[in-house]
């Protein structure tokens, strides 16, 4: 339950649906950034960029956001749930490529402090072929799901507890993105 009333049954509308269903004029904002940021092209392939977002999430244990970002990840990406896993359990032995690794390091820091993004950790990136683009996104990315993730556990949201439960809205975010 969380600990506001959201005038919404919790379990139609688990974790951030819930707070934006009750202040629709700040969801709009907050659903266009997760949707330029998340979807939109010119950048790591979507599948990639919410793999950050899951990333970051469960570094900040944030069950709703992590669990929902994994499945949206997993529909996105060949290798599916077994490779977020391995992201979220061990980065270093994850097979993702070198770049990849270089940018969720840099999410890392970013969810640690801003300030914990170095030269170096940039300078790494890009000698693993990052372009300036998806470093500048791998930064955003993390920061607005550090905001994110303190929002829903803020709030005290309800987040299903079984990780199937997450592919609805899976499917419906890759078929129609977000603020549908």
Excluded: W
Excluded at 30 to 59: M, Q
Excluded at 97 to 107: F, N
Excluded at 156 to 170: I, K, V
Aim: glycine share 8%.
């Amino acid at each position: 339950m969380a600990y506001i009333e959201l005038g919404v049954d919790e379990h139609e509308f688990p974790g951030i649906t819930g707070p934006m269903r009750y202040r629709p004029e700040t969801a709009q904002p907050l659903n266009a950034l997760a949707e330029v940021l998340l979807r939109a092209p010119h950048t790591l392939p979507a599948g990639e960029r919410e793999l950050i977002a899951a990333y970051v999430s469960g570094l900040n244990d944030c069950t709703f956001c992590c669990s929902s970002h994994s499945a949206f990840a997993a529909v996105q990406l060949d290798a599916g749930m077994g490779l977020v896993e391995k992201v979220r359990a061990d980065l270093e032995s994850a097979p993702v490529s070198p770049k990849l690794r270089a940018l969720l390091h840099i999410a890392g820091a970013v969810q640690r402090s801003g300030r914990a993004v170095t030269v170096e950790l940039v300078e790494a990136a890009r000698s693993e072929g990052a372009t300036d683009v998806e470093i500048h996104d791998t930064v955003l990315i993390a920061a607005a799901f550090c905001m994110f993730n303190r929002y829903v556990d803020g709030l005290g949201t309800f987040a299903p507890q079984r990780q199937e439960d997450y592919l609805p809205m899976a499917e419906r975010i890759v078929t129609q993105g977000y603020g549908v």
